[in-house]
């Protein structure tokens, strides 16, 4: 077998930064599906920015100006831009800090851009200056069930909100999710769509188990050697919970896009297979993201296709270079 050298130490020594831009709804699941891309390349050559940051307003502002932080008026926009081109030329930024325990705003602090940079927030793909300074772009799309589930969970135990207030900042936030943030989607090189699973909606709750649709831009450059397949021994001989794949195209004439629908749960050989697949091709050794277990949800799985879709794309960022 030919080993490919390793690539982290590729992008250690590149000059470039490659920016990963991540959007959607506030509890859509964001940071989720980039979460391969820092286990296998590590904190040293992966940071984050949240644009929660870059609020102009704190808690009690938007209250008293009657905006949520889904309106582009409530955000610094143009300062996230002028500092998302010093971060792509490699200068550190002054970057604000906002607490979402207290509401208000937290001192700045010095930013100093890792190789891979990845932005996650509501405006991310907001504006032509974003998406020309962003590599690679994610949509994430659950379904408006889905998403009320996870808001409620997530901000009554990690943001000390009560049910009732949740539910009624879901209600004064839909409009401008609609207005401003649903737009983003069709800048997006990729789209994740999530909804409940057909074997039983009780399954997210119970393991995380959810129909997990990803629609993705046909690639405009392809990679020798490069190539991500299923074990089909493994998917059809150790299996022995309930899942499904399925592809189809959608779209229109020149921007028909492919969708690759996951529902359930399949065995981790199928994974573990992947995940061998982009050792051999990134030279990255160990790469076990899902080590010790037996079963990996179909979220997993389009995580995975996600990082080797992400590596590909600064693989291609290398060789023009």
């Not at 490699?90 to 906002?98: A, N, Q, S």
Request: glycine content about 8%; aromatic content about 8%; some cysteine.
């Amino acid at each position: 077998m030919h080993l490919h050298p390793n690539f982290k130490n590729t992008i250690a020594a590149s000059p470039y930064i490659f920016t990963i831009g991540v959007a959607g709804d506030s509890g859509s699941g964001k940071t989720t599906f980039t979460q391969g891309i820092r286990d296998i390349f590590g904190s040293d050559l992966v940071s984050t920015i949240t644009l929660d940051d870059y609020h102009r307003l704190d808690r009690e502002g938007r209250a008293r100006e009657g905006l949520t932080a889904l309106n582009p008026a409530a955000n610094r926009i143009e300062l996230l831009e002028q500092h998302l081109v010093m971060l792509r030329r490699g200068v550190p930024i002054e970057k604000p800090v906002y607490n979402h325990t207290t509401g208000t705003f937290d001192p700045p602090v010095i930013f100093r851009p890792t190789k891979i940079l990845i932005l996650e927030g509501l405006h991310t793909l907001l504006t032509p200056v974003l998406r020309r300074y962003l590599d690679f772009t994610l949509f994430v799309d659950p379904v408006r069930g889905v998403k009320y589930d996870w808001k409620l969970k997530r901000d009554m135990a990690k943001r000390g909100y009560s049910k009732e207030a949740v539910l009624g900042e879901i209600v004064k936030r839909e409009p401008e999710y609609e207005r401003y943030i649903a737009p983003q989607k069709e800048f997006a090189d990729a789209v994740i769509g999530i909804d409940y699973s057909e074997y039983g909606r009780a399954l997210g709750n119970e393991r995380d188990v959810y129909r997990v649709t990803l629609s993705q831009h046909r690639m405009k450059h392809t990679i020798e050697n490069i190539d991500l397949s299923l074990d089909l021994y493994s998917i059809l001989s150790l299996s022995e919970r309930n899942f499904a794949l399925e592809f189809q195209t959608c779209g229109k004439g020149g921007d028909r896009m492919g969708e690759l629908v996951i529902d359930g749960e399949l065995s981790a050989h199928v994974v573990n297979r992947l995940e061998r697949s982009i050792e051999e091709q990134t030279g990255v050794r160990p790469i076990s993201i899902f080590r010790h277990r037996q079963y990996v949800t179909a979220a997993d799985l389009a995580k995975l296709i996600l990082c080797w879709r992400i590596i590909h794309r600064r693989i291609f960022v290398e060789q023009q270079g």
